[in-house]
C-alpha cells in the first residue's frame, strides 16, 4: 500500500490535505523529506507534519475555561454573552478575541476553527479544531451523527410525555429578521431534536435534550413550537422576568471519536450558576410566573 493510501486510510487524511502535505514536503520516510507517493517497507517510519497556521483576531482578555484540550482539539465552557466569532453586529469580544489571548498566555499557536457553534447567550462545550484534519474529522462526524451533542434546557410547561422527538422543518420566514420558525411542508432544512423530560415543577421542566441536525435556534424553535419555549427566551415567547437574564440552554455534553485515533470520547460540564440557580427557584417554588 501506498504511503498516501495509508495515511487517507489510517488518519482519514483528506485529499486536500495530503495535496497540501505532499507540496510543502511535510511528510517524511525515515526522517527524510519524501519523494513521492511511493510504497513504504515493514519497519519504515513515516512521519506528516501538519502545516502551522494562526489566527488575526485582536487578543482580549476574555474568560476562556477549558474542559478538554491535546495537540488537536481545545473544547471549552462557553460563557454566556459572548459570539462565537466577529460578525457585522459583534466585530469583537468574541471567543476568538478571547482564545488569541489564550494562545499567547499558553505559549501555543494554531488557526482557530470552530467545528461547532453555540448562540451568543447560550453556554456549555465549544469544539475548537486546532488544524485542518482535525476539523474535517469532527464535521464529517456530526454530518454522519457519529458525534452526539446533548443541552439541557429549562422550559416552561410541563410536557405530558417523558420522552419525544420533534421533526420538523426550520427555516427563515423573514430573511430581513433574525428569528426562525417551523415552516409548512416542503419548506425549510430537515431537523431532528430529541427531548427527554428530566423533571417536572411548578409550570416548569428540567430536558435532556439531543441534537440530531444542528440548525440554528434548533431547540428553542422547536420547543417554542410545541408551547413549551425556553425559559428567559423572549425571542420565542419565553420571557421569564426575573428568573434568569438569558435563554437557559446549556451544551452540556459531547459524545464523538478522537478525531486522530478515533479513541472515544465524552466530554461534559455542568450547569452554569444563573441556570442552577434558575432551576432551583423554580423547583422550590420561590419563582413562579403566576
Same mark, same amino acid.
Given at each position: 500500500?501506498?504511503?498516501?493510501?495509508?495515511?487517507?486510510?489510517?488518519?482519514?487524511?483528506?485529499?486536500?490535505?495530503?495535496?497540501?502535505?505532499?507540496?510543502?514536503?511535510?511528510?517524511?520516510?525515515?526522517?527524510?523529506?519524501?519523494?513521492?507517493?511511493?510504497?513504504?517497507?515493514?519497519?519504515?517510519?513515516? &512521519?506528516?507534519?501538519?502545516?502551522?497556521? !494562526?489566527?488575526?483576531?485582536?487578543?482580549?482578555?476574555?474568560?476562556?475555561?477549558?474542559?478538554?484540550?491535546?495537540?488537536?482539539?481545545?473544547?471549552?465552557?462557553?460563557?454566556?454573552? =459572548? &459570539?462565537?466569532?466577529? !460578525?457585522?453586529?459583534?466585530?469583537?469580544?468574541? @471567543?476568538?478575541?478571547?482564545?488569541?489571548? =489564550?494562545?499567547?498566555?499558553?505559549?501555543? &499557536?494554531?488557526?482557530?476553527?470552530?467545528?461547532?457553534?453555540?448562540?451568543?447567550?447560550?453556554?456549555?462545550?465549544?469544539?475548537?479544531?486546532?488544524?485542518?484534519?482535525?476539523?474535517?474529522?469532527?464535521?464529517?462526524?456530526?454530518?454522519?451523527? @457519529?458525534?452526539?451533542?446533548?443541552?439541557?434546557?429549562?422550559?416552561?410547561?410541563?410536557?405530558?410525555?417523558?420522552?419525544?422527538?420533534?421533526?420538523?422543518?426550520?427555516?427563515?420566514?423573514?430573511?430581513?429578521?433574525?428569528?426562525?420558525?417551523?415552516?409548512?411542508?416542503?419548506?425549510?432544512?430537515?431537523?431532528?431534536?430529541?427531548?427527554?423530560?428530566?423533571?417536572?415543577?411548578?409550570?416548569?421542566?428540567?430536558?435532556?435534550?439531543?441534537?440530531? &441536525?444542528?440548525? !440554528?435556534?434548533?431547540?428553542?424553535?422547536?420547543?417554542?413550537?410545541?408551547?413549551? %419555549?425556553?425559559?428567559?427566551?423572549?425571542?420565542?415567547?419565553?420571557?421569564? %422576568?426575573?428568573?434568569?437574564?438569558?435563554?437557559?440552554?446549556?451544551?452540556?455534553?459531547?459524545?464523538?471519536?478522537? %478525531?486522530?485515533?478515533?479513541?472515544?470520547?465524552?466530554?461534559?460540564?455542568?450547569?452554569?450558576?444563573?441556570?442552577?440557580?434558575?432551576?432551583?427557584?423554580?423547583?422550590?417554588?420561590? =419563582?413562579?410566573?403566576?
Amino acid at each position: 500500500m501506498g504511503i498516501r493510501r495509508l495515511l487517507k486510510k489510517r488518519l482519514d487524511f483528506s485529499s486536500r490535505l495530503l495535496a497540501r502535505l505532499k507540496a510543502e514536503h511535510r511528510v517524511f520516510l525515515n526522517g527524510e523529506p519524501l519523494q513521492g507517493w511511493m510504497t513504504p517497507r515493514a519497519g519504515d517510519v513515516i &512521519t506528516a507534519v501538519l502545516p502551522v497556521e !494562526t489566527s488575526h483576531f485582536p487578543p482580549e482578555d476574555i474568560p476562556i475555561r477549558p474542559v478538554f484540550e491535546d495537540d488537536d482539539l481545545l473544547i471549552i465552557d462557553k460563557p454566556a454573552g =459572548y &459570539t462565537v466569532h466577529p !460578525t457585522k453586529g459583534h466585530p469583537d469580544h468574541t @471567543i476568538a478575541n478571547g482564545l488569541m489571548k =489564550y494562545m499567547a498566555d499558553t505559549n501555543q &499557536t494554531f488557526k482557530i476553527r470552530f467545528a461547532n457553534r453555540l448562540d451568543m447567550d447560550t453556554t456549555g462545550l465549544l469544539i475548537v479544531a486546532k488544524n485542518s484534519h482535525a476539523q474535517d474529522e469532527i464535521v464529517r462526524q456530526m454530518d454522519g451523527n @457519529i458525534l452526539k451533542k446533548y443541552y439541557r434546557a429549562l422550559v416552561v410547561g410541563e410536557p405530558a410525555e417523558d420522552r419525544f422527538t420533534i421533526d420538523l422543518p426550520i427555516g427563515m420566514p423573514d430573511p430581513e429578521k433574525v428569528g426562525r420558525a417551523v415552516m409548512p411542508e416542503g419548506q425549510g432544512r430537515p431537523s431532528v431534536t430529541h427531548v427527554l423530560v428530566e423533571e417536572r415543577f411548578h409550570g416548569f421542566s428540567l430536558c435532556r435534550i439531543r441534537l440530531e &441536525t444542528g440548525r !440554528t435556534h434548533q431547540i428553542r424553535v422547536h420547543l417554542s413550537h410545541l408551547g413549551f %419555549p425556553i425559559a428567559g427566551d423572549p425571542l420565542y415567547g419565553g420571557d421569564c %422576568p426575573g428568573l434568569i437574564g438569558r435563554q437557559a440552554l446549556h451544551a452540556a455534553r459531547l459524545e464523538f471519536r478522537h %478525531p486522530a485515533d478515533g479513541r472515544p470520547m465524552c466530554v461534559s460540564c455542568p450547569l452554569p450558576r444563573d441556570m442552577a440557580d434558575a432551576v432551583n427557584r423554580v423547583k422550590t417554588g420561590a =419563582y413562579s410566573l403566576d
